[in-house]
């Protein structure tokens, strides 16, 4: 898969003979902006399939698709490559009665930190990574767009378009009742005296 430009995140497969392949984009790519498009599932799609031909492998339907925006962890190389991020971890055994932590990521000496809040105080937990279940990155979603302005400022096309709206002059506002009596004005110019020839 790395020959390919691309790294295997996960793969599943269900009972029906479904067989799921999440991919993403080398580290250094990824780090670049880069980022799983159709073009890329349908190149990695064409490659499996050829390759579990030849192997002769089970499987009814091939998908290939990007991890998502809640990307699993699953090995060392992602605990790294997602330092500073947030996260969700499942313990396999409880901590102080509770399984599920959500907060920052550090590495801390040989092992990792999740930095959280209990809702009264900033607390870190240290663990392993043979001690996690599941990890998976919290999704940052933002609608703001790329070029946001700062909460309050306009941005450029709401600027351009108050410079307009100050440059053109005020049109006078007319009362319904005059709108309704030029409509009446008008209707009596359009009628023909005589009507129908007979």
Known sequence: MTGLGYELVDCERSAGGLLRVYIDKLPEQALAGAVITVDDCERVTRQLQYVLEVEGADYARLEV???GVDRPLNKLADYQRFS???VEITLREAFQGRKKYRGVLSSEGEGWRVVFNDGKTEQALDFALDEVRS???VPEITFKGRNAAPKGAATPGQAAAMKAKAAKPAKKKQSNAKAR????TADQ???VDGGLDQ
């Open 84 to 86: 500073g991020h947030e």
């Open 65 to 67: 698709s990007s991890p």
């Open 135 to 137: 990890a998976k990155l």
């Open 189 to 191: 110019d359009d009628k």
């Open 181 to 184: 009596q030029s409509v009446e």
